[in-house]
């Protein structure tokens, strides 16, 4: 995909896109960071099937994908933060219920 313009010049995709993205992470960029939003990508796959008797079939597939971004330099997005959160309920005929329940 290419982005029209240039990164300099906010009335443009690139740029607008570029000053969006650099504004956010202006203080975690190394000094030969380039914005260049433009990428290519390309992808390969192959599928094998056997059937060796109706109604069943075994499969096989292998893919391969490939990214080409255009940014140059290292820049440090914002912290991540994930969160998991779980509940399990055990039972047994005749018993009390015992629940847990797990944030993390």
């Known amino acids: 995909m290419r982005y029209g313009g240039n990164s300099a010049d906010i009335t443009t995709a690139k740029g607008a896109y570029c000053a969006a993205y650099v504004a956010n992470n202006a203080d975690a960029k ?9 990428f290519n990508v390309s992808q390969l796959g192959v599928v094998t099937r056997w059937t060796p008797v109706k109604n069943l079939t075994f499969s096989a597939e292998v893919m391969w994908f490939h990214l080409d971004q255009k940014f140059t330099g290292n820049i440090r997005i914002g912290s991540v933060r994930s969160e ?13 219920v015992l629940q847990r329940s797990r944030s993390a």
């Open 30 to 38: 190394s000094p030969d960071f380039s914005c260049n939003p433009d």
């Open 84 to 96: 998991a959160g779980g509940r399990l309920r055990v039972q047994r005929p005749g018993h009390r």
